[in-house]
């Protein structure tokens, strides 16, 4: 018996769609399936002002084959040298939907992120004025801090501090990792949310490292045990309203992937969908995928939830997705669970 499942169509609560070739190869893969992303500004250059926001925007809409729709998102790249009074005037036109806070060197292009707190104070306090969103990318990136710990140490040191000194401060904990990072949205209130990627919910470190290292699992935070996978299955599966999606899909080229010092980054929007509804069939929890990707997500930024659907259906044989797909700049594979999918997007 064919199985179908109906949701609102979903978001994408983080998505890095890059800029030229590369933007036109990967938004069709998002727009196919999602009606709206929260798009990431760590362009190179990085998005900073408001008028960058704009004319990134256009020219994600510009790429945007003809037939398909789409709204991105835009956000601004938070530096010690942003003004509050930009932000707030691309928050009141409606052009900007959060502002993300790199820690300088933390992941893929944050070099121009933050190493003094104190420098951008003005710009939190304005953001929690007015209800603009601050994403965080959640990873201190001092040298003596393990990387498999910095996730949980951001929480202690960076944002919690952070959170304190700027009462009504809205925040997305981006792409958690950590049973650290879900119990602490747990326990706090409705102004911290999370995201959660597809591939932390498939994959933990082991993946990674055993049996030969695997460059294509390799993406920022890294993954981490598998007891923290396990938590963030649980917060996903739950249908608590504070933990959406937010893919993190993060397309770099083969080249850039499969090299000495390789790019971090997965490639999950062809088939998050399918991989998703395998995840939360696994879990028992199908029921709680509407919650995950096409609700929560607009609850917490203040949108409608979209009026479209979207359907799966689970047919016997595997679904047979690409293995990559091609870009000027070269190929860029897509992530594989390591499993078989059966759910497909009608
Ligand atoms: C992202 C990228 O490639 O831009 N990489 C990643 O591993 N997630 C940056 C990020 O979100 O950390
Ligand atoms: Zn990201």
Not at 22 to 33: C, D, G, I
Not at 39 to 67: H, T
Not at 150 to 155: K, S
Not at 157 to 170: E, K, N, Q, Y
């Amino acid at each position: 018996m064919t199985q179908t499942l109906t949701i609102p169509r979903p978001d994408d609560w983080h998505l890095h769609l890059r800029d030229g070739d590369m933007l036109r190869a990967v938004l069709p893969e998002t727009a196919r399936h999602f009606g709206r992303a929260i798009i990431m500004p760590n362009l190179v250059p990085p998005v900073v002002r408001s008028d960058e926001a704009a004319a990134y925007r256009d020219r994600i809409l510009s790429a945007l084959p003809k037939g398909m729709a789409f709204e991105p998102l835009m956000t601004l790249y938070l530096t010690e040298n942003t003004d509050p009074d930009d932000v707030a005037a691309a928050h009141a036109s409606g052009l900007v939907k959060a502002v993300k806070l790199y820690p300088a060197g933390a992941t893929t292009n944050s070099a121009s992120g933050v190493t003094d707190f104190d420098k951008v104070r003005p710009v939190l306090e304005k953001m929690a004025e007015i209800g603009l969103p601050l994403c965080t990318h959640g990873e201190v990136t001092d040298h003596d801090i393990d990387i498999f710990d910095r996730e949980a140490v951001f929480i202690d040191r960076v944002l919690d501090p952070i959170r304190r000194a700027t009462p009504g401060l809205r925040v997305v904990m981006e792409h958690i990792t950590t049973k650290n990072a879900a119990d602490y949205v747990a326990s706090q209130d409705k102004d911290l949310g999370a995201t959660i990627t597809t591939h932390h919910l498939i994959i933990n470190r082991n993946h990674i490292l055993v049996g030969g290292i695997k460059p294509h699992y390799y993406c920022l935070p890294v993954a981490k045990r598998e007891e923290h996978r396990i938590a963030l299955r649980a917060a996903a599966t739950s249908g608590d309203p504070r933990y959406f999606l937010g893919t993190d899909s993060a397309p770099h080229t083969d080249e850039n992937k499969i090299a000495p010092c390789g790019c971090a980054g997965c490639f999950t929007a062809p088939n998050t969908m399918s991989l998703l509804a395998h995840v939360f069939e696994e879990d028992g929890a199908l029921d709680k995928l509407a919650a995950f990707a096409s609700q929560n997500g607009p609850a917490f930024y203040g949108l409608p939830i979209s009026g479209e659907t979207l359907t799966l259906t689970k047919q016997d044989t595997a679904v047979a997705f690409p293995e990559n797909i091609d870009t000027p700049d070269g190929p860029v594979t897509v992530f594989d669970p390591g499993y078989d999918v059966f759910w497909k997007v009608a």
